[in-house]
């Protein structure tokens, strides 16, 4: 289709008109598929990925060794898409509002309950539905192509949703779908931040979009507003202070320093994103794959501390939350308890600081003393 496009731009339109006539189209594509946002990114160089050495040789990805994959020449994978898929022309970037009509973790503020950020409340893991989505805008992409060219050359498409060797941030604005902010998530001046971003690498040289512009101005809410102090400077987070990783990603015992400043997060934060005005009138989406399941909007310390495996399968079957396990989600849960100022927590503890498990039962330790 490409080439058939631009072998009749040779009859008349030009080139760069045909190329933005087919980009319109993945656009189309994406929209079909559900997605609310579609921009296209080239690919090289981008300064935002310069400083993605120097953020992994200071330790600051913690844990999350997936970061620090590297290609044969032993060069860091996602600081140069070129290097590590040399056939890739463009990124397609799609980006889908998961925001639905219920409170803001600022606005419900009972400390004896516990708070599961806003994004892992779905019915469905944004990493299959958006995946998912991807790989039929991929089919619709390629369909077209055929149609329209009886010897269509061969392109490559490949879907990622987190897991690819990028930072779809950095597409993201290139693509023009939000700028990257003082917190370092992708606003998009309309639709605001809760977004997940979803990638498509091509072959297919596509009319790329402007990045978008940064509208963060002055303000500093987000940096005020993080319990951990994560961020080291605007736009620059230190991982291993941020509660979404302290309670997602990191394994084992949590620093006794940062345990006080979680609050009652048992997965992941939404702070940093809550207090942005651009999210005061975000959109919600009525897709029922983003509806909370039940009991997970302040979910009740105690019902989590408590869970058993059984429990924690059927609940949070195909949910993000799995990825902490059943052992890190009451590990969370019993701290959170410790935060609650709540003493009717303690008989629950004292219980905990027996557990089989070992990890909860140092954590309900440390949240009697804080309690009592
Ligand atoms: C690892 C990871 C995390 C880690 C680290 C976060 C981070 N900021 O890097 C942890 C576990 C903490 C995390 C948390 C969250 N995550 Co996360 N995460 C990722 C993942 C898998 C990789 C990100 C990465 O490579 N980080 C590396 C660092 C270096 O990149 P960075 O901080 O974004 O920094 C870039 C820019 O800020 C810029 N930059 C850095 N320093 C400087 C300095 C200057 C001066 C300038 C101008 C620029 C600049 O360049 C950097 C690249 O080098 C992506 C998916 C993906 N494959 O990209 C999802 C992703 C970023 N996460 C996402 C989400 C939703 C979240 C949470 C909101 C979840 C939650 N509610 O708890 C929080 C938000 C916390 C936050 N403020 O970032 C979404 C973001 C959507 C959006 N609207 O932006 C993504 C894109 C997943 C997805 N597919 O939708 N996440
Ligand atoms: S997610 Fe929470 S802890 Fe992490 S940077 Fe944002 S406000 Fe701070
Ligand atoms: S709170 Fe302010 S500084 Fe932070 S991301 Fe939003 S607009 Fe930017």
């Given at each position: 289709m490409y080439q058939a496009l631009t072998k009749r731009a040779?009859?008349?339109?030009?080139r760069s008109f045909m190329r933005i006539d087919f980009s319109s189209r993945v656009k189309q594509f994406a929209r079909e598929e559900g997605f609310d946002l579609c921009g296209i990114a080239p690919v090289r160089e981008f300064r935002e990925t310069e400083s993605f050495p120097a953020w992994i040789a200071a330790g600051?990805?913690?844990?999350?060794?997936?970061?620090e994959s590297r290609d044969d020449a032993g060069e860091?994978?996602?600081?140069?898409l070129a290097r590590v898929?040399?056939?890739?022309?463009s990124v397609i970037v799609c980006a889908v509002n998961y925001n639905t009509a219920h409170p803001y973790s600022m606005q419900a503020d009972d400390p004896s309950r516990g708070w599961i950020s806003r994004?892992?409340?779905?019915?469905?893991?944004y990493h299959d539905s958006a995946l998912k989505r991807l790989r039929r805008v991929e089919v619709a992409i390629q369909k077209n192509l055929a149609d329209h060219q009886s010897t269509a050359p061969n392109h490559s498409f490949r879907s990622y949703v987190?897991?690819?060797?990028?930072?779809?941030r950095v597409y993201a604005k290139y693509a023009g779908v939000g700028w990257i902010a003082k917190n370092t998530c992708i606003i998009n001046q309309?639709?605001?931040?809760w977004l997940f971003l979803g990638v498509i690498l091509t072959s297919l040289e596509l009319e790329a979009d402007l990045p978008a512009p940064d509208?963060?101005?002055?303000?500093?809410r987000c940096i005020d507003a993080c319990p951990t102090h994560?961020?080291?400077?605007?736009?620059?987070?230190d991982a291993r202070l941020c509660i979404s990783y302290l309670t997602?990603?990191?394994?084992?015992?949590?620093p006794e320093g940062l345990r006080s400043a979680m609050?009652?997060?048992?997965?992941?934060?939404d702070i940093c994103q809550d207090v942005?005005?651009?999210?005061?009138k975000a959109p919600a989406t009525a897709a029922p794959e983003f509806q909370p399941r039940n009991?997970?909007?302040?979910?009740?310390l105690d019902w989590i501390a408590e869970m058993k495996q059984e429990e924690f399968n059927r609940v949070f079957r195909?949910?993000?939350?799995?990825?902490?396990?059943l052992s890190g989600l009451r590990r969370n849960a019993v701290v959170a308890m410790g935060n609650?100022?709540?003493?009717?927590f303690l008989p629950t503890l004292k219980q905990l600081a027996e557990d089989p498990d070992q990890q909860v039962a140092n954590h309900a330790l440390w949240a009697i003393d804080k309690l009592e």
């Open positions: 040779t009859r008349g339109k030009s600051r990805h913690g844990d999350m060794r997936y970061l860091l994978k996602r600081s140069s898929a040399p056939w890739a022309r994004y892992a409340w779905s019915h469905e893991d987190d897991t690819g060797p990028l930072i779809e309309k639709l605001g931040s509208c963060c101005g002055s303000c500093t994560a961020f080291v400077a605007p736009g620059e987070l997602i990603e990191k394994r084992g015992e949590l609050g009652r997060h048992v997965f992941g934060c942005c005005p651009w999210n005061r009991g997970l909007i302040n979910p009740a195909a949910s993000p939350i799995r990825r902490t396990k609650s100022r709540n003493p009717k």
